[in-house]
């Protein structure tokens, strides 16, 4: 059931727990993701970056694959279509693709433009009834070409986007997209509870969920968090399940080769990944 992602995370906000975003990268990913979500009863956000939408041919062809398969599986809980990072342009492009919800990341931007254009698109949004994310304070490690450092968001700006009227919030508070290198200090909790005590009850937005331990997640979620983002832990997933297949021959024995046996590890070790965090972050049950 696509939904925009405004009354999942106030759900999740008010019951202290997270809804996962998952992002995707073609049908495998989202047929693996949707089944999991049906599965464990859970809402989902299906996360689409502008480089993963160009891979797979353009927004619409995203967002006519996704209503398809969630009509064709018949998916009963809440799922959002929602664009990752976006740009800009990316996020009308979104909008007139058929998306119900979109994230605008102006971080990089100087902060009077960040707060006009967020403005802009949250009156845009609303009035056709999709939900929209923004950011402060940029996400650590390299996402779609985009490189930031990794920065703790102020959080007297955050009031202020929050104020604007946005729907879910993504603040940095040392949080790195990728892996996280060994010498990683960890979530910074005083900001994180900085930013929750000035923006109320405004659900928080953790980036890289890949590689944060189990307990800095649950304190995240304590603290306000309501949606966190993996990507890269079910690629990494996809390629060992996909890796094993072929270094174990299977792609030789019979029809081994064809597609649907060949990716159909991967696939399960997606499912196995996003049921291991839908249990982690407390959506189980909570559709």
Known sequence: MLVSATEMLKKAKAGKYAVGQFNINNLEWTKSILLTAQELNSPVILGVSEGAGKYMTGFKTVAAMVKAMDE?????VPVALHLDHGSYDGCY?????????????GSSLPFEENVAKTTELVNVAHQLGLSIEAEVGSIGGEEDGVI??????????CKQIADLGVDFLAAGIGNI???????WAGLSFDTLAAIQ???????????????????????????????IN???????????ATREYIEAGKDKEGK????????????????????????????????
């Open 148 to 157: 930031g450092a990794g920065e703790c968001a102020d959080p007297n700006e």
């Open 177 to 183: 997209h990728g892996a996280y290198p060994e010498n």
């Open 230 to 240: 993996v990507n890269t832990e079910c690629q990494w997933a996809f390629q060992e």
């Open 93 to 105: 492009k979104c909008i007139k693709a058929g998306f119900t919800s979109i994230m605008f990341d």
């Open 72 to 76: 064709e599986l018949g998916i009963t």
């Open 256 to 287: 081994g080769f064809d597609p649907r046996k060949l990716l159909a590890p991967g696939a399960k070790a997606i499912q196995d990944k996003v049921k291991e965090k839908m249990e982690l972050f407390g959506s189980v049950g909570k559709a």
């Open 197 to 227: 005590e000035k923006t109320g009850i405004l659900p928080l937005v953790l980036h890289g969920g890949t590689g944060i331990p189990d307990d800095q997640i649950k304190k995240a979620i304590s603290l306000g968090v309501s949606k």
